[in-house]
């Protein structure tokens, strides 16, 4: 989240004093923010509302990814198409290893008791997330790395000039996330994980292994991460010190909407992203995450479930 | 209670600390500061597994208290010149304060949307340090001009006391009939409501004492190190390293949360030389730890007694 910052000055810089184009380019740029967001906390949201685990190694599967896309493209010269291909693998691979090396093992063990296996859940992929984090600052340095974009170059929309791989980051991601309502709402893989996210048990009545739909979830979750890691690398760059913030942005966006519900996390993404870019904008980049935390507080004191949660 | 007094379990307790408090006799300076820091580490984690362990409350938080108590301390000692027993006094108070705060939403909300709301206070309070820099410090923290005494082995003794007292305190509270019942409230807070007990007073009273500690220790802690920073006591890795040494050293054993806060200190030491993997190997091991020995130390210690 901290990372945005420098985005912004370099926008405002740029901007001329006309309120009508300062109007544009928050509309714009938030956007492309939110949309950023939106696909970061849909994958968080699904695995919630799916299997009941908080993924608090979020934000380091995302800088994974956009680490991995950034060696292939710089260091081994693998190209940017193929680069961000090799972001996602990783990201998907780190997905599986965080599902059956710390998830599986902690909801399977019988030493842990069931009421406190949500903690536990918590406390290992927090773990693990660091370790991943701790991975990529010794092989890769703490260093900002931004992954060169796929798309380069600048249009002017509305008067406002704006790279074109910012248009290129919302579209994709807008893309995603219709692709992935297709496939929860239309393909029978997605119908039995839509059906067990509203009750497991039934599932396994019909005769549906769990398992494989907790696997499959977790697939889409790793590639869903993967992409906005590397869209976020080619968009503001990331570093390893981007893990935390990048977890807690999710963490509070997928709360804001309820937990569990996509359309709740989508909508509590654009409030967030449009929030965080007006403050920046218009009172100080050095402010932008309060007035977004404030509404949080806010929110669970009136409606502690989310704006589409159910409990 | 009385059963505890001829237990194992306190005469080992009592044996470590006897020891431990023979230590600046014939150990250097070094190792008694890197002590007195696990010490107060040992505070802070025993404060937290009173709240998550007994009251059943996921805290992600515990740096809101002790950044609270410990800021406090160090704001009225450096911007306004008082000295250093009325500072921890109203650090330790201005963290009860906090407790009292965080305690509200934990009466409305549980699980992961409480564990989110101490998460954001703990971002809050980063954020109000950085903005409101002429008073705290900012980034670069704040410069406490007092300290208790600049003698090692003074500090090293106030710590181990104060840790010790912590310890008798928050252990007998835990043993006691209120930590059963919070125990019992933090499992099933409706069940135990319907046998009769006031569950939000006894809530209110785990926050409150889990404040107090925080506070005091965070408040000592400043004036040891003669400086308040963001990093070393209000960031989320801090609170990461609190939650990590009480599930290392076993939840709901109170005096396991001491063991593991100093094992990670002492081990983040003695892993100095691997440079930047330290934390990577500090943290596999406790990953180790949760996954396969979910009781921690104490907890398995404990459990492999009560079956001889």
């Known amino acids: 989240m901290r990372c945005t910052q420098h985005l912004f000055l370099q926008a405002a810089a740029v901007l001329p004093g006309q309120s009508s184009m300062r109007a544009f380019q928050i509309l714009i740029d938030g956007f492309a923010i939110s949309a950023l967001y939106a696909l970061g906390a849909t994958g968080f949201t699904l695995i919630f509302g799916v299997s009941g685990v908080l993924n608090l190694s979020h934000g380091a599967i995302m800088v994974a990814a956009a680490v991995a896309a950034w060696a292939a493209a710089s260091i081994l010269n693998v190209g940017t198409y193929a680069g961000a291909l090799i972001g996602v693998g990783v990201a998907l691979l780190t997905a599986f290893a965080t599902y059956f090396a710390v998830v599986k093992p902690i909801q399977d063990s019988r030493r842990i008791p069931n009421e406190e296996k949500e903690i536990f859940v918590l406390t290992g992929t927090l773990l693990w997330g660091i370790m991943i984090q701790e991975l990529i600052a010794y092989f890769f340095t703490n260093n900002a790395k931004t992954v060169l974009p796929i798309v380069e170059g600048v249009v002017e929309i509305l008067g406002v000039r704006t790279p074109r791989n910012e248009i290129f980051t919302a579209i994709v991601c807008c893309l995603v996330i219709a692709l992935l309502w297709l496939l929860v709402n239309r393909t029978r893989t997605g119908k039995a994980v839509l059906a067990a996210s509203m009750n497991p048990r039934g599932v396994t009545l019909l005769g549906l292994e769990l398992t494989n739909i907790y696997i499959v979830v977790w697939a889409i979750y790793g590639i869903l991460a993967g992409i906005a890691g590397v869209l976020l690398g080619m968009f503001l760059g990331v570093s390893s010190y981007s893990v935390g913030p990048l977890t807690a942005s999710a963490f509070s966006i997928v709360v804001l909407g309820g937990l569990g519900s996509v359309s709740g996390s989508l909508i509590a993404a654009f409030v967030v992203g449009y929030l965080e870019t007006l403050t920046a904008y218009l009172v100080s980049p050095a402010y932008r995450t309060i007035p977004a935390l404030l509404l949080l507080v806010f929110v669970m004191y009136i409606r502690p479930q989310g704006l589409l949660g159910r409990r | ?308």
């Open chain 2, 1 to 308: 209670m009385s059963t505890f007094f001829t237990s194992r379990l306190f005469f080992i307790s009592l044996a470590l600390v006897v020891i431990a408090a023979t230590l600046p006799l014939y150990v250097s300076g070094y190792v008694l500061g890197l002590l007195t820091v696990a010490f107060y580490f040992g505070v802070f984690a025993m404060a937290w597994d009173l709240l998550f362990g007994f009251a059943g409350e996921v805290n992600f938080g515990p740096t809101f208290l002790i950044g609270v108590g410990a800021y406090t301390a160090g704001i009225l000692n450096a911007q306004f010149g008082w000295s250093v027993y009325p500072c921890i006094v109203l650090g330790a108070l201005a963290s009860v304060i906090a407790g009292l705060v965080l305690a509200l939403p934990a009466l409305r909300v549980r699980g992961p949307y409480f564990g989110l709301t101490t998460l954001v206070a703990v971002l809050m309070l980063q954020n109000f340090i950085v903005v409101f820099a002429d008073l705290t410090g900012g980034e670069i923290g704040l410069t406490i001009p007092d300290v208790i005494t600049i003698d090692a082995g003074a500090n090293y003794w106030i710590a181990l006391g104060f840790m010790t007292i912590s310890a008798a305190i928050l252990y007998g509270l835990s043993q006691s009939p209120i930590g059963l019942v919070l125990q019992a409230s933090g499992q099933d807070p409706v069940q135990a409501g319907a046998l009769g007990f006031n569950i939000v007073k006894h809530k209110l009273a785990a926050f409150i004492v889990s404040a107090f500690f925080s506070g005091l220790s965070g408040a000592l802690l400043v004036f040891y190190f003669g400086t308040a920073s963001v990093g070393t006591v209000v960031d989320v890795a801090v609170g990461v390293n609190v939650i990590v040494s009480a599930v290392l050293g076993g939840r709901r054993t109170v005096l396991g949360a001491a063991l593991g806060a100093i094992f990670l200190i002492v081990a983040g030491e003695f892993l100095r030389p691997t440079g930047e993997l330290a934390t990577f190997i500090v943290s596999a091991v406790a990953l180790l730890v949760v996954l396969f020995f979910p009781g921690g130390f104490l907890g398995a210690a404990l459990s492999r007694e009560a079956r001889s």
